[in-house]
Protein backbone atom coordinates (compact mmCIF):
# COMPACT_ATOMS: atom_id res chain seq x y z
CA UNK A 1 0.00 0.00 0.00
CA UNK A 2 2.35 2.51 1.11
CA UNK A 3 4.62 1.50 -2.45
CA UNK A 4 0.85 2.68 -4.53
CA UNK A 5 0.68 5.79 -2.71
CA UNK A 6 4.05 6.80 -3.17
CA UNK A 7 3.92 5.98 -6.45
CA UNK A 8 0.89 8.34 -6.72
CA UNK A 9 2.59 11.35 -5.41
CA UNK A 10 6.13 10.86 -7.04
CA UNK A 11 4.32 10.88 -10.73
CA UNK A 12 2.40 13.89 -9.61
CA UNK A 13 5.18 15.59 -8.93
CA UNK A 14 7.50 14.92 -11.75
CA UNK A 15 5.19 15.76 -13.91
CA UNK A 16 4.22 19.17 -12.74
CA UNK A 17 6.69 21.64 -13.68
CA UNK A 18 6.84 20.91 -17.39
CA UNK A 19 2.75 21.29 -17.09
CA UNK A 20 2.50 24.20 -15.28
CA UNK A 21 4.73 26.65 -17.35
CA UNK A 22 2.93 25.12 -19.93
CA UNK A 23 -0.37 26.73 -18.76
CA UNK A 24 0.57 29.47 -16.58
CA UNK A 25 -0.95 32.73 -16.75
CA UNK A 26 -4.10 30.88 -19.01
CA UNK A 27 -7.65 31.54 -18.78
CA UNK A 28 -7.80 27.72 -17.12
CA UNK A 29 -4.46 27.26 -15.38
CA UNK A 30 -6.17 25.78 -12.98
CA UNK A 31 -6.77 22.48 -15.55
CA UNK A 32 -4.43 20.25 -16.87
CA UNK A 33 -5.86 20.63 -20.26
CA UNK A 34 -5.86 24.34 -20.33
CA UNK A 35 -7.60 26.91 -22.71
CA UNK A 36 -7.78 23.62 -25.53
CA UNK A 37 -5.68 26.72 -27.66
CA UNK A 38 -8.49 28.67 -27.40
CA UNK A 39 -11.36 26.62 -27.81
CA UNK A 40 -12.63 26.24 -24.29
CA UNK A 41 -12.51 30.07 -24.08
CA UNK A 42 -14.61 30.48 -26.94
CA UNK A 43 -16.88 27.66 -26.44
CA UNK A 44 -17.63 29.43 -22.73
CA UNK A 45 -18.34 32.78 -24.41
CA UNK A 46 -21.06 31.05 -26.37
CA UNK A 47 -22.48 29.55 -22.98
CA UNK A 48 -20.83 26.34 -22.84
CA UNK A 49 -18.52 25.96 -19.49
CA UNK A 50 -17.01 21.85 -19.75
CA UNK A 51 -15.50 21.03 -16.39
CA UNK A 52 -13.77 17.76 -15.60
CA UNK A 53 -11.88 16.12 -12.24
CA UNK A 54 -10.31 12.73 -12.09
CA UNK A 55 -10.06 11.47 -8.36
CA UNK A 56 -8.05 8.68 -6.98
CA UNK A 57 -7.81 7.27 -3.77
CA UNK A 58 -4.97 5.09 -2.39
CA UNK A 59 -6.32 3.63 1.04
CA UNK A 60 -5.83 0.88 3.85
CA UNK A 61 -7.19 -0.55 6.45
CA UNK A 62 -4.38 -0.96 8.67
CA UNK A 63 -5.79 -2.33 11.66
CA UNK A 64 -9.33 -3.93 12.95
CA UNK A 65 -12.18 -3.99 10.80
CA UNK A 66 -12.88 -6.98 8.36
CA UNK A 67 -8.96 -6.97 7.32
CA UNK A 68 -6.04 -5.47 6.75
CA UNK A 69 -5.64 -4.59 3.00
CA UNK A 70 -5.25 -1.73 1.04
CA UNK A 71 -6.46 -0.39 -2.71
CA UNK A 72 -7.12 2.22 -5.46
CA UNK A 73 -10.19 3.82 -6.33
CA UNK A 74 -11.00 6.07 -8.77
CA UNK A 75 -13.71 8.74 -10.15
CA UNK A 76 -13.63 10.73 -13.11
CA UNK A 77 -16.57 13.76 -12.95
CA UNK A 78 -17.76 15.38 -16.25
CA UNK A 79 -19.90 18.40 -16.14
CA UNK A 80 -21.35 20.37 -19.10
CA UNK A 81 -23.84 23.73 -18.27
CA UNK A 82 -25.08 25.46 -20.85
CA UNK A 83 -26.56 29.03 -20.32
CA UNK A 84 -29.81 29.55 -21.36
CA UNK A 85 -29.64 33.30 -21.99
CA UNK A 86 -26.27 33.30 -24.35
CA UNK A 87 -27.26 29.93 -26.30
CA UNK A 88 -30.86 30.67 -27.25
CA UNK A 89 -32.16 33.80 -25.73
CA UNK A 90 -33.97 32.98 -22.53
CA UNK A 91 -32.86 34.76 -18.98
CA UNK A 92 -32.41 32.38 -16.24
CA UNK A 93 -32.11 29.16 -18.33
CA UNK A 94 -29.89 27.08 -17.27
CA UNK A 95 -29.14 22.69 -19.02
CA UNK A 96 -26.70 20.61 -16.65
CA UNK A 97 -25.02 17.45 -17.69
CA UNK A 98 -23.23 15.34 -15.80
CA UNK A 99 -21.25 11.92 -17.00
CA UNK A 100 -19.66 10.11 -14.14
CA UNK A 101 -17.28 6.93 -14.64
CA UNK A 102 -16.29 5.53 -11.07
CA UNK A 103 -14.03 1.79 -10.58
CA UNK A 104 -13.98 2.18 -6.82
CA UNK A 105 -12.99 -0.50 -5.00
CA UNK A 106 -15.39 -1.56 -1.78
CA UNK A 107 -12.62 -0.63 1.28
CA UNK A 108 -15.45 -0.27 3.43
CA UNK A 109 -17.81 -3.49 2.42
CA UNK A 110 -15.29 -5.72 2.14
CA UNK A 111 -12.07 -3.98 4.62
CA UNK A 112 -13.33 -2.20 7.35
CA UNK A 113 -17.32 -2.81 8.01
CA UNK A 114 -18.56 0.18 8.87
CA UNK A 115 -22.37 1.57 8.87
CA UNK A 116 -20.98 5.14 8.18
CA UNK A 117 -18.70 4.48 5.25
CA UNK A 118 -15.24 5.45 5.06
CA UNK A 119 -14.44 6.76 1.18
CA UNK A 120 -17.47 9.04 -0.49
CA UNK A 121 -16.36 7.47 -3.98
CA UNK A 122 -16.48 4.06 -2.87
CA UNK A 123 -19.47 2.07 -4.71
CA UNK A 124 -20.83 -1.57 -4.61
CA UNK A 125 -20.30 -1.56 -8.50
CA UNK A 126 -18.29 -0.23 -11.69
CA UNK A 127 -20.72 2.33 -12.93
CA UNK A 128 -20.44 4.47 -16.14
CA UNK A 129 -23.30 7.02 -16.71
CA UNK A 130 -25.07 9.88 -17.04
CA UNK A 131 -25.37 10.56 -13.51
CA UNK A 132 -27.81 13.69 -13.23
CA UNK A 133 -29.66 15.36 -16.27
CA UNK A 134 -31.83 18.63 -15.52
CA UNK A 135 -33.18 21.90 -16.63
CA UNK A 136 -33.53 24.74 -14.56
CA UNK A 137 -35.69 27.86 -14.71
CA UNK A 138 -35.16 31.08 -12.60
CA UNK A 139 -37.97 33.41 -12.36
CA UNK A 140 -38.80 37.20 -10.30
CA UNK A 141 -34.77 38.71 -10.64
CA UNK A 142 -33.74 35.10 -9.89
CA UNK A 143 -35.70 35.04 -6.28
CA UNK A 144 -37.45 31.80 -7.62
CA UNK A 145 -36.10 28.66 -9.29
CA UNK A 146 -37.48 25.37 -10.77
CA UNK A 147 -34.96 22.61 -11.55
CA UNK A 148 -36.59 19.33 -13.37
CA UNK A 149 -34.56 16.27 -14.54
CA UNK A 150 -32.15 13.71 -13.30
CA UNK A 151 -31.03 15.09 -9.60
CA UNK A 152 -28.81 14.50 -6.88
CA UNK A 153 -30.53 15.62 -3.39
CA UNK A 154 -27.45 15.61 -1.72
CA UNK A 155 -25.95 18.77 -4.19
CA UNK A 156 -28.66 21.23 -2.74
CA UNK A 157 -30.16 19.47 0.75
CA UNK A 158 -28.13 18.41 3.50
CA UNK A 159 -24.85 20.33 2.61
CA UNK A 160 -22.71 22.03 5.05
CA UNK A 161 -19.62 23.93 3.07
CA UNK A 162 -16.84 22.69 5.77
CA UNK A 163 -18.51 19.16 6.15
CA UNK A 164 -17.05 19.11 2.22
CA UNK A 165 -13.28 18.48 2.64
CA UNK A 166 -13.88 15.19 4.22
CA UNK A 167 -13.83 11.39 2.79
CA UNK A 168 -16.22 10.06 5.00
CA UNK A 169 -19.50 9.73 3.14
CA UNK A 170 -21.62 10.12 6.28
CA UNK A 171 -20.21 14.42 5.74
CA UNK A 172 -22.13 14.20 2.82
CA UNK A 173 -25.39 13.16 3.53
CA UNK A 174 -26.53 12.30 6.78
CA UNK A 175 -26.13 8.42 7.35
CA UNK A 176 -29.82 8.50 8.77
CA UNK A 177 -31.40 9.53 5.28
CA UNK A 178 -28.24 7.84 3.53
CA UNK A 179 -29.68 4.55 4.92
CA UNK A 180 -33.25 4.83 3.64
CA UNK A 181 -35.09 3.58 0.35
CA UNK A 182 -35.34 0.61 -1.65
CA UNK A 183 -31.97 1.15 -3.27
CA UNK A 184 -31.07 4.41 -1.29
CA UNK A 185 -31.85 7.89 -2.17
CA UNK A 186 -31.54 9.69 -4.88
CA UNK A 187 -27.62 10.65 -4.18
CA UNK A 188 -24.26 9.11 -5.29
CA UNK A 189 -24.21 7.16 -7.64
CA UNK A 190 -27.17 6.67 -8.39
CA UNK A 191 -30.21 9.41 -8.85
CA UNK A 192 -33.71 9.68 -9.96
CA UNK A 193 -36.01 12.06 -11.68
CA UNK A 194 -37.52 14.61 -9.69
CA UNK A 195 -38.59 18.40 -9.69
CA UNK A 196 -37.14 20.77 -7.17
CA UNK A 197 -38.37 24.46 -6.65
CA UNK A 198 -36.62 26.68 -4.48
CA UNK A 199 -37.33 30.41 -2.83
CA UNK A 200 -34.19 32.63 -2.38
CA UNK A 201 -35.57 36.26 -1.45
CA UNK A 202 -31.83 37.29 -0.35
CA UNK A 203 -28.69 36.20 0.82
CA UNK A 204 -29.83 35.42 3.79
CA UNK A 205 -31.54 32.39 3.62
CA UNK A 206 -34.11 30.50 0.89
CA UNK A 207 -36.94 27.73 1.08
CA UNK A 208 -36.69 24.60 -1.06
CA UNK A 209 -38.70 21.65 -1.95
CA UNK A 210 -38.18 18.62 -4.21
CA UNK A 211 -40.53 15.52 -5.08
CA UNK A 212 -38.11 12.77 -6.33
CA UNK A 213 -39.08 8.53 -7.60
CA UNK A 214 -38.79 7.00 -4.67
CA UNK A 215 -36.72 4.45 -5.98
CA UNK A 216 -33.21 5.32 -7.76
CA UNK A 217 -31.95 4.01 -10.78
CA UNK A 218 -32.74 0.12 -11.25
CA UNK A 219 -32.74 -2.39 -8.33
CA UNK A 220 -31.16 -4.70 -10.48
CA UNK A 221 -28.50 -2.72 -12.30
CA UNK A 222 -26.90 -0.23 -10.72
CA UNK A 223 -24.54 -0.26 -13.12
CA UNK A 224 -26.71 1.97 -15.46
CA UNK A 225 -28.58 5.25 -15.56
CA UNK A 226 -32.28 3.85 -15.33
CA UNK A 227 -35.07 6.14 -14.70
CA UNK A 228 -38.94 5.42 -15.41
CA UNK A 229 -42.47 5.56 -12.55
CA UNK A 230 -43.28 2.45 -11.39
CA UNK A 231 -46.78 2.47 -9.55
CA UNK A 232 -45.03 1.18 -6.88
CA UNK A 233 -42.00 2.99 -6.67
CA UNK A 234 -44.03 5.83 -4.53
CA UNK A 235 -42.04 9.19 -3.88
CA UNK A 236 -39.27 11.05 -2.17
CA UNK A 237 -40.31 14.32 -0.58
CA UNK A 238 -37.73 16.69 0.87
CA UNK A 239 -37.64 20.35 2.45
CA UNK A 240 -35.33 22.16 3.95
CA UNK A 241 -35.38 25.91 5.39
CA UNK A 242 -31.97 27.70 5.98
CA UNK A 243 -31.30 31.48 7.31
CA UNK A 244 -27.68 32.95 8.25
CA UNK A 245 -28.40 34.64 11.49
CA UNK A 246 -25.30 36.46 12.38
CA UNK A 247 -24.17 33.71 14.76
CA UNK A 248 -24.32 31.49 12.50
CA UNK A 249 -25.97 29.41 9.64
CA UNK A 250 -28.67 27.24 10.68
CA UNK A 251 -30.89 24.84 8.53
CA UNK A 252 -33.87 22.70 9.14
CA UNK A 253 -34.83 19.72 6.64
CA UNK A 254 -37.56 16.93 6.58
CA UNK A 255 -37.62 14.10 4.40
CA UNK A 256 -40.17 11.48 3.96
CA UNK A 257 -41.20 8.44 1.81
CA UNK A 258 -45.03 8.04 0.21
CA UNK A 259 -44.33 4.09 -0.31
CA UNK A 260 -44.89 1.82 2.65
CA UNK A 261 -41.91 -0.35 4.34
CA UNK A 262 -41.21 -3.63 6.39
CA UNK A 263 -41.54 -2.82 10.44
CA UNK A 264 -38.32 -4.19 11.57
CA UNK A 265 -39.76 -6.81 14.28
CA UNK A 266 -44.27 -6.23 14.44
CA UNK A 267 -46.27 -8.51 12.26
CA UNK A 268 -49.34 -8.74 11.55
CA UNK A 269 -51.83 -12.60 12.25
CA UNK A 270 -50.26 -14.13 9.14
CA UNK A 271 -46.16 -13.37 10.37
CA UNK A 272 -46.07 -10.70 7.86
CA UNK A 273 -44.05 -7.87 8.61
CA UNK A 274 -46.42 -4.90 8.93
CA UNK A 275 -45.70 -1.65 6.42
CA UNK A 276 -44.91 1.96 7.66
CA UNK A 277 -43.85 5.15 6.12
CA UNK A 278 -40.56 6.21 6.78
CA UNK A 279 -39.45 9.57 7.37
CA UNK A 280 -36.94 12.00 9.58
CA UNK A 281 -35.86 15.00 10.15
CA UNK A 282 -32.33 17.06 9.99
CA UNK A 283 -30.59 20.30 11.25
CA UNK A 284 -27.57 21.56 10.64
CA UNK A 285 -25.60 24.84 12.17
CA UNK A 286 -22.38 26.42 9.80
CA UNK A 287 -20.30 29.16 11.54
CA UNK A 288 -17.03 30.71 10.64
CA UNK A 289 -15.10 31.46 14.01
CA UNK A 290 -12.20 32.63 12.82
CA UNK A 291 -11.35 34.58 9.69
CA UNK A 292 -9.83 31.28 8.42
CA UNK A 293 -12.06 28.33 10.82
CA UNK A 294 -15.26 26.92 9.87
CA UNK A 295 -17.24 24.72 12.36
CA UNK A 296 -20.22 22.55 11.70
CA UNK A 297 -22.79 20.18 13.49
CA UNK A 298 -25.50 18.05 11.79
CA UNK A 299 -28.10 15.61 13.26
CA UNK A 300 -30.68 14.04 11.70
CA UNK A 301 -33.16 11.90 12.94
CA UNK A 302 -35.35 8.66 10.99
CA UNK A 303 -37.95 6.35 11.65
CA UNK A 304 -36.69 3.66 14.77
CA UNK A 305 -39.30 1.13 13.21
CA UNK A 306 -38.14 1.23 9.81
CA UNK A 307 -34.14 2.34 9.84
CA UNK A 308 -31.35 0.54 11.32
CA UNK A 309 -30.07 4.51 12.47
CA UNK A 310 -32.25 5.61 14.47
CA UNK A 311 -30.14 9.29 14.58
CA UNK A 312 -27.19 10.01 13.20
CA UNK A 313 -24.45 13.38 14.31
CA UNK A 314 -21.19 14.86 13.28
CA UNK A 315 -19.49 17.76 13.89
CA UNK A 316 -15.98 19.19 12.99
CA UNK A 317 -14.12 22.12 11.80
CA UNK A 318 -11.83 23.18 8.90
CA UNK A 319 -8.89 25.54 9.30
CA UNK A 320 -8.14 27.56 5.84
CA UNK A 321 -4.47 28.59 4.99
CA UNK A 322 -3.50 26.85 7.61
CA UNK A 323 0.26 26.84 6.43
CA UNK A 324 0.50 30.83 6.23
CA UNK A 325 2.87 30.42 3.34
CA UNK A 326 0.41 27.31 1.48
CA UNK A 327 -2.52 29.67 0.64
CA UNK A 328 -4.79 26.69 -0.34
CA UNK A 329 -3.95 24.64 2.54
CA UNK A 330 -6.64 23.15 4.46
CA UNK A 331 -6.57 21.02 7.75
CA UNK A 332 -9.83 19.43 8.92
CA UNK A 333 -11.09 17.56 12.24
CA UNK A 334 -14.59 15.96 12.23
CA UNK A 335 -16.38 13.40 14.63
CA UNK A 336 -19.71 11.38 13.56
CA UNK A 337 -21.80 8.91 14.91
CA UNK A 338 -24.86 6.62 14.14
CA UNK A 339 -27.26 5.19 16.46
CA UNK A 340 -28.83 1.82 16.13
CA UNK A 341 -32.92 2.40 16.65
CA UNK A 342 -33.99 -0.31 19.94
CA UNK A 343 -36.06 -2.71 17.16
CA UNK A 344 -32.75 -3.21 14.96
CA UNK A 345 -30.91 -4.35 18.29
CA UNK A 346 -34.05 -6.51 19.02
CA UNK A 347 -34.22 -7.98 15.47
CA UNK A 348 -30.21 -8.59 15.71
CA UNK A 349 -30.90 -10.65 19.30
CA UNK A 350 -33.98 -12.75 17.33
CA UNK A 351 -31.48 -13.31 14.47
CA UNK A 352 -28.66 -14.34 16.64
CA UNK A 353 -26.57 -11.62 15.73
CA UNK A 354 -26.18 -9.13 18.74
CA UNK A 355 -25.39 -5.40 17.95
CA UNK A 356 -23.31 -3.32 19.83
CA UNK A 357 -25.15 0.68 20.38
CA UNK A 358 -23.69 2.92 18.19
CA UNK A 359 -20.48 3.37 16.05
CA UNK A 360 -18.39 6.42 16.23
CA UNK A 361 -16.04 7.44 13.61
CA UNK A 362 -12.99 10.20 13.85
CA UNK A 363 -11.36 12.00 10.83
CA UNK A 364 -8.01 13.65 10.31
CA UNK A 365 -7.68 15.24 6.90
CA UNK A 366 -4.85 17.61 4.76
CA UNK A 367 -5.67 19.07 1.72
CA UNK A 368 -3.15 21.28 0.00
CA UNK A 369 -3.31 22.58 -3.59
CA UNK A 370 0.38 21.67 -5.01
CA UNK A 371 0.05 22.53 -8.39
CA UNK A 372 -2.68 24.70 -9.74
CA UNK A 373 -4.67 21.80 -11.32
CA UNK A 374 -3.59 19.16 -8.27
CA UNK A 375 -4.64 18.82 -4.82
CA UNK A 376 -3.36 16.19 -2.72
CA UNK A 377 -5.12 15.12 0.55
CA UNK A 378 -3.62 12.81 3.42
CA UNK A 379 -6.12 11.35 5.31
CA UNK A 380 -6.51 9.45 8.79
CA UNK A 381 -9.82 7.85 10.06
CA UNK A 382 -10.58 5.43 13.41
CA UNK A 383 -13.75 3.47 13.59
CA UNK A 384 -14.87 3.00 16.94
CA UNK A 385 -17.49 -0.22 16.86
CA UNK A 386 -17.26 -0.60 13.01
CA UNK A 387 -20.71 -1.50 12.47
CA UNK A 388 -21.73 -2.00 15.65
CA UNK A 389 -20.51 -5.38 14.83
CA UNK A 390 -19.27 -6.97 18.63
CA UNK A 391 -16.85 -9.13 16.42
CA UNK A 392 -15.13 -6.31 15.11
CA UNK A 393 -11.90 -4.09 16.23
CA UNK A 394 -11.95 -0.77 15.62
CA UNK A 395 -10.36 0.42 12.51
CA UNK A 396 -7.62 2.27 11.24
CA UNK A 397 -7.73 3.49 8.18
CA UNK A 398 -5.03 5.86 6.42
CA UNK A 399 -4.51 6.96 2.86
CA UNK A 400 -4.15 9.37 0.04
CA UNK A 401 -6.47 11.12 -2.30
CA UNK A 402 -5.32 12.79 -5.46
CA UNK A 403 -7.48 15.15 -7.40
CA UNK A 404 -6.99 16.04 -10.77
CA UNK A 405 -8.89 19.41 -12.39
CA UNK A 406 -8.87 19.14 -16.16
Given at each position: ????????????????????????????????????????????????????????????????????????????????????????????????????????????????????????IEVATTTAK???????????????????????????????????????????????????????????????????????????????????????????????????????????????ASYNFDFAR???????????????????????????????????????????TTAFARLGV?????????????????????????????????????????????????????????????????????????????????????????????????????????
Open positions: MNKIVTCLLSGALLASTAITMAYAETPYEGSLTGDWKGLRSDLSNKGVDIEAVYTIDGISNVAGGIRRHGRVLDNIDVTAEFDGEKLYNIKGSTVFLYFLANNGGRPNAEDVGSFQGVDNLYEAWIQQKFMDDEISIRAGLYDLNSEFYVTDSSGLFLNSTFGVGTELAQSGATGPSIFPTTSLGIRTKWQPSDKGYFQFVVLDGVAGDPNNQQRTHFEFNDNDGLLIAAELALGSWTYTDHFDDLIEVDSAGTAIKKRNHGVYAMAEKNITENADKNINQADYAWSVGATINDIIPSRADSQLGIAASGAHNSSKYKRSQVTAGTPADSAEIGFELTYSEQILPWLRVQPDVQYTINPGTNPALEDSWMVGVRLEVNF
